[in-house]
Nanobody
Framework: QVQLVESGGGLVQPGGSRRLSCAAS????????MGWYRQPPRKERELVAT???????NYADSAKGRFTISRDNAKNTVYLQMNSLKPEDTAVYYC?????????WGKGTLVTVSS
């Protein structure tokens, strides 16, 4: 059974940094695309960033210049380095992986940006 497990969430002060990790287990394949989505309180889930197996990255406007997505294909792991965090970045962050037409989601990790 394929599972995506996020880690790295927690409380961070405004202006601070946080690195999220997501490791895939139980898969014999590498995801074509891996990414991060987030769901702020009382809002819809939204895209943060994606990265293809070849390393092509895509960012939401809110993440550009502050967040960096990367992946380790050998470990089937994706990372999200978040800098200059703002209170509006507070959300549950979900890891996403796509293999062909099949999508997988992690259970999410909460990031709270507050002083």
């Amino acid at each position: 059974q394929v599972q995506l497990v996020e880690s790295g969430g927690g409380l961070v002060q405004p202006g601070g940094s946080r690195r999220l990790s997501c490791a895939a287990s139980g898969s014999f394949f590498s995801f074509n695309v891996m990414g991060w989505y987030r769901q702020p309180p009382r809002k819809e889930r939204e895209l943060v960033a994606t990265i293809t197996i070849g390393g092509r990255q895509n960012y939401a406007d809110s993440a550009k210049g502050r967040f960096t997505i990367s992946r380790d294909n050998a470990k089937n792991t994706v990372y999200l380095q978040m800098n200059s965090l703002k209170p509006e970045d507070t959300a549950v962050y979900y890891c996403h992986g796509r293999w062909g037409t099949i999508e997988y989601w992690g259970k999410g990790t909460l990031v709270t940006v507050s002083s």
